[in-house]
């Protein structure tokens, strides 16, 4: 069966210092990966999708991922936290439906 | 404004009650979805839909009802057999189910059984 593990269930960083939230996906031959965010009893937003184009995905609020077929991975970095940035963020794998990771909360202290 | 609505934002239902969580979308989207997410969890699948009167279960479906009558509305109804039912409730929608189309997803009910 598919799955998506996310290794840290929690993260925090200084506000200014890099993010960095990893995710691994079970193999498969063409994957299409998602990054959500979700911030308090608020619905899921789209950071960024991977369907097999570029390997490094540009997303909104200066996220970014990048691809890894070798490693099976799909990273979630940003170069600079800010405080807004505190939320719930969720890798998810779209094979016939979507396969979301267990979710990783991160904290930004100032 | 295009976009998902979920009503009510919060509900309290006592035990052996249905209850009815509305969903509504103006984005033209084929596809909808019913997700329940619990502390600690991801969201796990309740029913879905691709086309204006079918749907099938998801993972989780027992103790719950849906129904697609118009392409902009999916309502979700749990039922007094669903057993723990105190949850966050998500809908969603897409263009589709082929793998490149993200799902957008409405702002959520929460609902609680006291």
């Known amino acids: 069966a598919q799955s998506v593990t996310q290794l840290d269930s929690h993260v925090s960083v200084s506000e200014g210092t890099p993010v960095l939230l990893r995710c691994n996906y079970s193999?498969?031959?063409?994957?299409?990966l998602f990054w959500y965010v979700q911030h308090p009893n608020k619905g899921l937003q789209l950071l960024l999708k991977?369907?097999?184009?570029?390997?490094l995905v540009k997303g909104i609020n200066g996220f970014e991922a990048e691809f890894k077929k070798s490693e099976t991975s799909f990273h979630l970095t940003k170069p600079s936290a800010h405080m807004s940035d505190a939320a719930e963020y969720f890798c998810?794998?779209?094979?016939?439906?979507?396969?979301f990771g267990t979710g990783t909360r991160l904290q930004v202290f100032p | 404004d295009g976009g998902i609505t979920q009503s009510p934002k919060y509900l309290f239902r006592k035990e052996g009650q249905n209850v009815t969580l509305s969903c509504e979308q103006n984005?033209?989207?084929?596809?909808m979805y019913w997700y329940r997410q619990d502390p600690g969890q991801g969201l796990r699948l309740i029913y879905y839909?691709?086309?204006?009167?079918?749907?099938q279960k998801g993972d989780i479906a027992e103790g719950y009802s849906v129904s697609r009558e118009k392409k902009e509305s999916f309502p979700l109804t749990v039922t007094s057999a669903q057993k723990n039912p105190t949850a966050f409730y998500l809908c969603?929608?897409?263009?589709?189910?082929?793998?490149?189309?993200?799902?957008?997803f409405g702002p959520g009910t929460r609902l609680t059984v006291l």
């Open positions: 984005l033209n989207h084929d596809a």
């Open positions: 839909s691709q086309i204006v009167n079918d749907f």
């Open positions: 998810v794998h779209n094979t016939d439906k979507l396969i």
């Open positions: 969603a929608s897409s263009r589709g189910r082929t793998r490149d189309n993200e799902q957008f």
């Open positions: 193999s498969s031959y063409s994957p299409s």
């Open positions: 991977y369907t097999s184009a570029a390997t």
